[in-house]
């Protein structure tokens, strides 16, 4: 019995020794379970959400910031500091708050973006959200004869007895992005009312014009610098978009010489139309032509074509450039140009050229754990992730393009963006909440130097190859 009792002691403490490492080997028993306290936030999140569709922020064009922009952003700021941390409003209204490591290992920075701006391209004033709870599956008759159904929108039928907001027909509903920023206000007064959640060092940038495709234009005015990053300005639940186009705009100005076309043998007059054109032909294949172009093939476009301040002898030529692989682009830069300099032989014209880079490939230069993060975080909450490439530019990717570090974008439940017909999923919303609660741990649980960034690689051709997920 002696020996009986001293074996039994034995297998006990070992038992509780080896219980730790037993729950440190599955994800969802060594991380902190945050269904209930997500649950806790989630009418928060929504109220928040309905409050900022009432705040006007389009963005413009034709303007660096709209003082609607510049209203919005100051009561984004005065709100956020009644959390306490630290927070900075930049002078040209990025909202930056960094919240230090409250763990005592080195972990990666772990940053969260959104942009507060909505795009100008539609009536975004005096919105009137519709919350449509217990959703019957029937259509949805906005006015101006606006109609929502499972036709126009099959992701309704996912809907059906949930919670979805649209707007009234006679405007956006701004989803894109007061979603995400109700995300990220929502995240820090959650962290603010729970200093026992466990979490290393994090950045938040809120930025202003994602809109007009300026959202990076003065990041640097902030110290946004994570080592792992998620933009969140997604669409639906369990999407995470972890690539997309790298964008150039390149403009050729064709020079030639004024005078009269009938003497030009002897005046020396140039027309800059024929080069130009012949330049824009040969460089413009039709097999690159965006009409051919699908799934990760990228397109070169002769966007248009202008006269110079109304010169007749200068032609400017716009092209736009888009592929998953800044390689091709190159490419095409290198043949563009040796075809130019040919063409400027051949007619006696001066051809200059212009390089813009617009946005660039997230999947180019990302942390080598944020895919893994990402998937863990969503299973968490229920949520089976579904990584996809965008044919597009994102807010990551002009970040990236700033930063050089990539980011991933996550679903916050927007649909329809930039149309009298965009309505949210308040469940798709409320999970993105709950994911980046569960980024927090996780990154949290990292045993990594913030020089982590450093080891960034590229995993573009993980998702831009035939059969990639």
């Excluded at 005592?104 to 919350?131: E, M, Q, R």
């Excluded at 091709?328 to 040919?342: T, V």
């Excluded at 001066?350 to 969503?378: D, S, T």
């Amino acid at each position: 019995m002696k020996h009986y009792k001293l074996w039994s002691a034995l297998i006990a403490s070992i038992a509780l020794f080896l219980a730790p490492l037993a729950q440190a080997s599955g994800v969802k028993n060594h991380r902190p379970d945050n269904q209930a306290l997500a649950a806790k936030y989630r009418p928060v999140l929504m109220e928040r959400f309905l409050k900022y569709t009432t705040q006007d922020s389009q963005s413009d064009n034709d303007q660096d910031i709209t003082p609607e922009q510049i209203e919005t952003a100051k009561k984004l700021f005065a709100e956020i500091q009644t959390f306490g941390f630290a927070t900075k409003l930049t002078e040209h209204y990025y909202i930056y708050v960094e919240i230090p490591s409250n763990v005592t290992h080195p972990t990666p920075v772990l940053g969260f973006s959104s942009h507060y701006d909505t795009t100008p391209d539609i009536a975004g004033k005096n919105i009137k959200a519709n919350v449509i709870k217990k959703y019957d599956g029937q259509p949805i008759v906005l006015k101006n004869g606006h109609v929502l159904d499972f036709n126009t929108d099959p992701y309704l039928k996912q809907m059906v007895g949930k919670t979805i907001v649209t707007s009234d027909g006679t405007t956006m509903l701004s989803g894109d992005d007061k979603a995400g920023v109700s995300i990220m206000v929502t995240l820090l007064q959650t962290l603010k009312e729970n200093p026992n959640i466990k979490h290393g060092k994090l950045q938040i940038v809120i930025t202003p014009n994602e809109d007009v495709g300026r959202s990076a234009d003065y990041i640097e005015e902030t110290p946004y610098r994570p080592d792992l990053a998620f933009d969140f300005d997604g669409k639906v639940n369990g999407e995470v978009t972890v690539a997309n186009f790298n964008a150039e705009k390149v403009i050729y100005r064709v020079k030639g010489v004024n005078g009269h076309q009938s003497h030009a043998a002897e005046n020396g007059y140039r027309n800059a139309w024929k080069p130009a054109c012949e330049l824009g032909a040969i460089c413009a294949k039709e097999e690159w032509l965006p009409n051919n172009s699908t799934g990760t093939q990228g397109y070169a476009e002769l966007h248009h074509m202008n006269m110079v301040d109304g010169k007749m002898s200068e032609a400017e030529l716009d092209f736009r450039l888009r592929s998953f692989k800044q390689s091709e682009i190159d490419a095409w830069k290198d043949y563009a140009q040796q075809k130019a300099d040919s063409i400027a032989k051949k007619y006696d014209v001066q051809i200059e050229r212009q390089v813009f880079k617009q946005y660039q490939n997230v999947a180019e230069n990302i942390h080598p754990k944020a895919g893994a993060l990402a998937q863990r975080a969503c299973e968490r909450a229920g949520v089976t992730p579904t990584f996809k490439t965008e044919r597009d530019g994102t807010t990551a990717s002009m970040l990236m393009l700033k930063l050089g570090r990539g980011a991933y974008t996550i679903f916050t439940g927007q649909q329809n963006a930039h149309n009298f017909t965009e309505w949210l999923s308040e469940e798709d919303m409320f999970k993105s909440y709950w994911v980046a609660l569960n980024m927090i741990d996780e990154a949290a649980a990292m045993r990594e130097p913030d020089q982590v960034a450093t080891q960034a690689r590229s995993h573009a051709e993980d998702y831009i190859r035939p059969g990639a997920r």
